[in-house]
T-cell receptor, first 111, second 113 residues
Framework: LAKTTQPISMDSYEGQEVNITCSHNNIATNDYITWYQQFPSQGPRFIIQGYKTKVTNEVASLFIPADRKSSTLSLPRVSLSDTAVYYCLVARQDSWGKFQFGAGTQVVVTP | DAEITQSPRHKITETGRQVTLACHQTWNHNNMFWYRQDLGHGLRLIHYSYGVHDTNKGEVSDGYSVSRSNTEDLPLTLESAASSQTSVYFC????????????FGNGTRLTVT
């Protein structure tokens, strides 16, 4: 599985856009990029997933450049409730669910 | 609504005892997973199952076992609990199709004294 690297922490104010960039230099052709969010005392929760270009849902956007060696999770207009740890994962289709979680990015949103 | 539940939420046990953590999902998912989460290590895969009677070892399977007798349940057993197994355990499930999101439970905090 491709190793991912993301910042340990990021701080933001309410209403700002937060962009978390993850590098995955060894991503394979069939790998997907998926992001999870985790609040204290809860299990991770799926946010968004993509293969290439841009994916958007009601919560976030995911930008993936053509070489797919990195990806950026964009959280628009964050609120205090977006304070959480965000994990970038590379997922292989033929071994689904065998994720390799790193330390994630702790995002702290303040008023 | 479909859900995935883990029990108990908290458990304290003694070294050497056998412990079983329960995981029950009503999503009717074929895939189920057990992870443990420790400070400094993130989440690590213990065991996983892609269907009834199918079980596979993950990254940190030593000292743990699972069995899958039906779609809904994947209990995790610690054969002889050790202090190194003090951790938070998360169960997850996903649909059979590739790229299906994992749905995680809220975890079981296990302390081995």
């Amino acid at each position: 599985l491709a190793k991912t690297t993301q910042p340990i922490s990021m701080d933001s104010y309410e209403g700002q856009e937060v962009n978390i960039t993850c590098s995955h230099n060894n991503i394979a052709t069939n790998d997907y990029i998926t992001w999870y969010q985790q609040f204290p005392s809860q299990g991770p929760r799926f946010i968004i997933q993509g293969y290439k270009t841009k994916v958007t849902n009601e919560v976030a956007s995911l930008f993936i450049p053509a070489d797919r060696k990195s990806s950026t999770l964009s959280l628009p207009r964050v609120s205090l409730s977006d304070t959480a740890v965000y994990y970038c994962l590379v997922a292989r289709q033929d071994s689904w669910g065998k994720f390799q979680f790193g330390a994630g990015t702790q995002v702290v949103v303040t008023p | 609504d479909a859900e995935i539940t883990q029990s108990p939420r908290h458990k304290i046990t003694e070294t050497g005892r056998q412990v079983t953590l329960a995981c029950h999902q009503t999503w009717n998912h074929n895939n189920m997973f057990w992870y443990r989460q420790d400070l400094g290590h993130g989440l690590r895969l213990i065991h996983y199952s892609y269907g009834v009677h199918d079980t596979n070892k993950g990254e940190v399977s030593d000292g743990y076992s699972v069995s899958r007798s039906n779609t809904e349940d994947l209990p995790l057993t610690l054969e002889s609990a050790a202090s190194s197994q003090t951790s938070v355990y998360f169960c997850a499930s996903s649909d059979q199709g590739t790229n299906s999101p994992l749905h995680f439970g809220n975890g079981t905090r296990l302390t081995v004294t």
